[in-house]
C-alpha cells in the first residue's frame, strides 16, 4: 500500500509541471514577503493619519488618535541631538506632558516619497512641512522623514521607528 500511495503522488506532482500548466494571462507572481497595492496604501494612510492627528482640535482626542498609530515599544529619535525615545508610554510624557501646554499645530503636510520593505517591516520616507506654537512662540520648519512601520497582532500597519530631520523653510 504505501508504494501504491507513492507512485500516486509521483503522478499528481507530474501532471502539472511548470511548462506544461499555464498562469492566468496578466498575472505575474509575486516575489514572496513584498508589499502589496494594499499594503502600499495602508501605509500611505498611516502617513497621513500622522500628519492628520496632529489637527485634531481637541487635545485628549489629539492624543489618543496620535498613539493609537504606535508599536508598544515604538522608538522616536526627535532629532536635534535628543535622545531616543523609547516606548508608548515614553513617548506620550514627552509629547503630552502633564505640567506643560502641549503644542499648538497650526498646520503639518507630510509629502510621501518613497514606500518599501516587506510584509514584515516597511519604510516610508517623505518630506514634511509645520508650524506650531510653543512656550507663545511661533516655530515653522520643513525637513525630511522617515518611518519603519510593521504589522500588529491583526493585521494593522504601526509605527515602530521614526526620524526627522527640521530647519526653518526657506
Known sequence: MPRFALL??????????????AQAEGIEPRPAGSLTSGDRAALRALDKAYAKAWLVPDAAAREQALMALFAEDVVVYPGYGTSPIDGKQRLRAFWFAE??????????EHDTLAIEGSIALAAITG???IAFFSRGTRVAQ?????????????????????????????
Open 99 to 108: 505640567e506643560g501646554q502641549p503644542a499648538a499645530v497650526e498646520f503639518i
Open 142 to 170: 520643513e525637513g525630511h522623514y522617515i518611518i519603519h512601520a510593521r504589522p500588529d497582532d491583526q493585521g494593522y500597519w504601526k509605527i515602530e521607528r521614526m526620524m526627522w530631520n527640521a530647519r526653518a523653510p526657506e
Open 127 to 129: 518630506h514634511s512641512r
Open 8 to 21: 500516486l503522488m509521483a503522478m499528481m506532482l507530474g501532471a502539472c509541471s511548470p511548462g506544461d500548466c
